[in-house]
């Protein structure tokens, strides 16, 4: 199932993040793609509020993966830095342990730069620049497990 929505400022992406955070259960793999400044951080901060995390989310490029405690716990793996390691780096760096995880909503910023690694997500968004500065067209799809459609 594909869903398509355009939002027109951050506010309008951090809502809908929270939105579908009603869709999301423990263990979903959520996976978030586009470009630098797209709005993956931002729908990333939505969802945490619609999981009842209480601090806030920031984007986690320079640690890779960051747990947030909340109703459902958030796990938030920024994969921007590794696609320049190897194999062995990128499974010391704690993805596998991350995929594991049962308990907890997975969010993957840049899921391509780890794609060897990632099974098929529960739901996949993709977000894209609109012709004007705060357009962005957000695609979802939801691929079923892990998520309620
Ligand atoms: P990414 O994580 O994809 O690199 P961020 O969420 O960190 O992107 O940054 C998105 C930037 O774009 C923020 O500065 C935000 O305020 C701005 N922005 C403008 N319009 C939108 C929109 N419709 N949705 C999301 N972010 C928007
Ligand atoms: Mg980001």
Redesign the pocket.
Known sequence: MIEEII????E??RQFGKELAKRLQPGTLLTLS??????????TQGIAEGLGVPDGVT?PTFVIIIEHEGKIPLLHLDAYRLESLCFDAIRESGVPEFLDRDDAVKVV?WPQRIADFLPIADVEVS?ELGED????RILLTMNGQGASV
Do not use: Q
């Open positions: 939002t027109h400022n951050a309008e992406t586009g470009e630098l400044g797209a709005g993956k951080t931002t729908l984007s910023e977000i500065d705060n357009n962005r």
